[in-house]
T-cell receptor
Framework: GQNIDQPTEMTATEGAIVQINCTYQ??????LFWYQQHAGEAPTFLSY????GLEEKGRFSSFLSRSKGYSYLLLKELQMKDSASYLC??????????FGAGTTVTVRA | IAGITQAPTSQILAAGRRMTLRCTQD?????MYWYRQDLGLGLRLIHY???????GKGEVPDGYSVSRANTDDFPLTLASAVPSQTSVYFC?????????????FGPGTRLTVL
């Protein structure tokens, strides 16, 4: 099975940077996804990492270290609209997604 | 472009009743999924279908059944609802069942079982 841990809540100021960490233990690893979910809405895809390193996509970046079972999502130049839950999800040998409980980020003015 | 639609948006159901949650996608995706989302537990996979005509069990399949008669539709049935099935249900689809396939989620159905 999979064990995926991420902080429950984080708060940051508009314009700042926030890093959301995710650690995982899995019987087989085939990639890691980050999804964004605004309150009352569906999750939407942010990033996918399968190799070690940093993937940058505009204000959002995602990092993966397979040897450490560790990923982070970096949100730069925070905007009020970035207030949402961020879900870390791991794909294992059966290609099915296992999700962490999510990190709720609150951006304050 | 509709993407994925789910119906109903919300439902209050008496325990013991049968209920079918509907999910339709127009992206011609091969794989479809049903998740439930509960506070503090995140999304958990109930059932999945890698392609039309096939289905499989996820992490929490008990009390639920699915069918995949065609590419577009993937209904989820609760044969006899219980209060522990109160949750938000999300349907999702992906182009294929491979590890790198991004999943697209429907808007969700909020179900309350009394």
């Amino acid at each position: 099975g999979q064990n995926i841990d991420q902080p429950t809540e984080m708060t940051a100021t508009e314009g700042a940077i926030v890093q959301i960490n995710c650690t995982y233990q899995t019987s087989g690893f085939n990639g890691l996804f980050w999804y964004q979910q605004h309150a009352g809405e569906a999750p939407t895809f942010l990033s996918y990492n399968v190799l070690d390193g940093l993937e940058e996509k505009g204000r959002f970046s995602s990092f993966l270290s397979r040897s450490k079972g560790y990923s982070y999502l970096l949100l730069k130049e925070l905007q009020m609209k970035d207030s949402a839950s961020y879900l870390c999800a791991v794909t294992s040998n059966d290609y099915k997604l296992s999700f962490g409980a999510g990190t709720t980020v609150t951006v304050r003015a | 472009i509709a993407g994925i639609t789910q119906a109903p948006t919300s439902q209050i159901l008496a325990a013991g009743r049968r209920m079918t949650l509907r999910c339709t996608q127009d992206m011609r995706h091969n794989a479809m999924y049903w998740y439930r989302q509960d506070l503090g537990l995140g999304l958990r996979l109930i059932h999945y279908s890698n392609t039309a005509g096939t289905t499989g069990k996820g992490e929490v399949p008990d009390g639920y059944s699915v069918s995949r008669a065609n590419t577009d539709d993937f209904p989820l049935t609760l044969a006899s609802a219980v209060p522990s099935q109160t949750s938000v249900y999300f349907c999702a689809s992906s182009e294929g069942a491979g590890a790198s396939n991004e999943q697209f989620f429907g808007p969700g159905t909020r179900l309350t079982v009394l």
